[in-house]
């Protein structure tokens, strides 16, 4: 079996620069990385080192000026805007520091949301919510806001929300930021529970060193090459 078959996401000699003005800022210089399923991979370094441009071109939400990135070992360069669309929907999840939860939506809601989106039928998506929530251990607060929850169960949601769909890979920026270090401690150990059941690999951009040193593997940055 090749890499590429083993890979769920595989960035090949990845170049991205930004404008600021006349400015031309160099984020990422040459990066080559593969993620395999199941995988926890920890994203280090100072602000600037090109942490969140990496989980913005592994999510599909930006694309490198040069280079190659393949998802589930297919290039994902050639695509449009509403196939890469489809494929984070259908492909990807996505946990963030602030959670991103829909405040008028219950949390079942919320976890339903993407599975609504995604056209999965009524029956189903009542079954995988729910066991969603019960792998995340919220199923009694299935009924409520996300404004009764405390951050460690909104963060949980969010996991919930992300894994509900069944992705191959799951961009985490910052997802313990915000939380004390026993909640911290307890949504970590969560992802690498259900990454490493589920398949799904974990790539998280993290300054927190308690997650990282809990992920399966560490990858630092500096002004946009890998240490």
């Known amino acids: ?10 960035l090949h000699a990845v170049h991205k620069t930004y404008r600021l003005g006349e400015h031309v800022i160099p984020a990422l210089q040459g990066i080559d990385l593969n993620v395999r399923p199941g995988e926890l991979l920890a994203l280090t370094g100072p602000s600037g080192s090109g942490k969140s441009t990496i989980l913005n071109l592994c999510g599909l939400i930006d694309t490198p ?40 939506m219950t949390v079942a809601e919320n976890v339903d949301y993407p599975l609504f989106i995604a056209g999965v039928s009524a029956s189903e998506r009542r079954e995988r919510v729910a066991a969603q929530l019960q792998a995340v251990g919220l199923l009694e607060h299935a009924r409520h806001r996300p404004d009764a929850l405390s951050g460690g169960q909104r963060q949980r949601v969010a996991i919930a929300r992300a894994l509900v ?50 992920c399966d593997r560490v990858v630092a940055l500096l002004d946009g090459r890998l240490q």
């Open 165 to 214: 769909k069944r992705p191959r890979l799951v961009i985490a920026d910052e997802p313990t930021a915000s939380l004390d270090s026993h909640t911290a401690d307890q949504v970590l150990e969560l992802m690498r529970e259900l990454g490493h059941a589920e398949g799904a690999a974990f790539v998280i951009a993290t300054h927190d060193s308690r997650l990282s040193s809990r």
């Open 65 to 104: 000026d040069s280079g190659d990135i393949m998802l589930g070992g297919k290039s994902v360069n050639g695509l449009n805007e509403v196939q890469r669309t489809l494929l984070r929907r259908d492909a990807l999840g996505f946990v963030f520091q602030n959670f991103n939860l829909v405040p008028v």
């Open 1 to 10: 079996m090749s890499q590429s078959e083993t890979s769920v996401v595989e």
